[in-house]
């Protein structure tokens, strides 16, 4: 039997190119996200890759709409075995630019709208006593950095809350199982669409990936659930460590140069942002899985291969640690 797969987030980036991944497998795949023209775009490259897709325009940050999605989905498809909350929004401006109602909507669909898609999804998985739920975190889960407070803060929120939820499974001998992918800086459309105060136009910090890559590192996680949380990209594992080394060095350092490393020449995007609504809300308007960095992302990472092999995991970790000591030693010469 195929599985059922929600995905949310899944008109463009990470989970668009997740989508895709799945159709190729045959799943039934329900797609959720505000902007219809993207859903539908979606949609018919899950059907063309052999999937059986089933839209579903919902506002993560609304319980009550998530309930309908989740209620739609087991109607159209029975049990959903996979439930993966990738939807966000942000905004790129210093703290006390950002005002009350922006810190609120990011926070609302950044780290509740993970918190309602895992009560939907765990309303169903329980009594069954099975399931997957997949959470799409970040590096920067774990180390904060400069004009993105609130998504900062809603990544690491999904950390402490996917933990504690974990653990209380755990207690009960549930066989559901949640999981984390740590992802890093990733070539989506959001660079173009989010809500921005900077002087240029805002980019991902180096080294940059593909959507695929991060849609493969998913894929993995939901197949093998059992570990806590899995890492994708080399830079991902080195920022967590270095941060775990040497905290305050990478304060400074961050400081110093996170302004510059998340903008660049461009002339910044014009038009509406999709903090409070989409910006591909008509069927025309289709952004899909990529941003503007083609030129500059890596299609490929080491690391996310060498974390399909247990055996090799010490090994990904060791040399992550020597990469991060060395970062150290090259912010302090």
Request: positive net charge; contains cysteine.
């Amino acid at each position: 039997m195929p599985s059922t797969v929600v995905i949310t987030g899944a008109s463009a980036g990470i989970g668009r190119a997740t989508a895709r991944l799945y159709g190729l497998r045959g799943a039934n795949v329900v797609l959720v996200a505000r902007g219809e023209g993207g859903l539908r775009a979606a949609a018919d490259e899950v059907a063309a890759l052999g999937g059986r897709p089933l839209v579903q325009t919902a506002d993560m940050a609304d319980q009550a709409q998530v309930e309908a999605v989740a209620d739609a989905a087991e109607r159209e498809f029975g049990p959903v075995d996979v439930w993966i909350n990738c939807a966000f929004a942000s905004v790129f401006a210093p703290f006390d630019e950002i005002t009350a109602e922006e810190f609120r909507r990011i926070t609302e669909v950044t780290y509740l709208g993970f918190v309602n898609g895992t009560r939907s999804a765990l309303k169903r998985m329980l009594p069954r006593d099975r399931g997957t739920i997949v959470q799409v975190g970040s590096a920067l889960g774990e180390r904060s950095i400069p004009l993105q407070s609130a998504y900062c803060g809603a990544k690491h929120a999904i950390n402490g809350f996917s933990s504690s939820l974990r653990t209380e499974l755990l207690h009960r001998g549930s066989h559901v199982r949640v999981t984390v992918v740590q992802m890093p800086a990733v070539n989506t459309p959001q660079f173009e669409w989010v809500r921005s105060r900077l002087s240029k136009h805002p980019m991902p910090v180096p080294p940059i990936y593909q959507p695929e890559v991060a849609a493969r590192g998913v894929l993995h996680a939901a197949d093998h659930p059992r570990r806590k949380q899995y890492y994708v990209g080399a830079s991902t594992l080195a920022t967590i460590w270095a941060n775990r080394l040497a905290p305050a060095l990478l304060d400074r350092y961050l400081a110093r140069t996170g302004f510059d490393a998340q903008q660049t020449d461009r002339i910044p995007p014009a038009g509406l942002d999709n903090l409070f609504a989409p910006v591909d809300q008509h069927l025309t308007e289709d952004r899909g899985a990529h941003g503007s960095f083609d030129d500059s992302a890596h299609a490929r990472s080491w690391q996310q291969t060498l974390a399909r092999h247990p055996a090799a995991v010490a090994a990904g970790t060791g040399a992550a640690v020597l990469g991060a000591v060395s970062a150290i030693r090259r912010l302090t010469a």
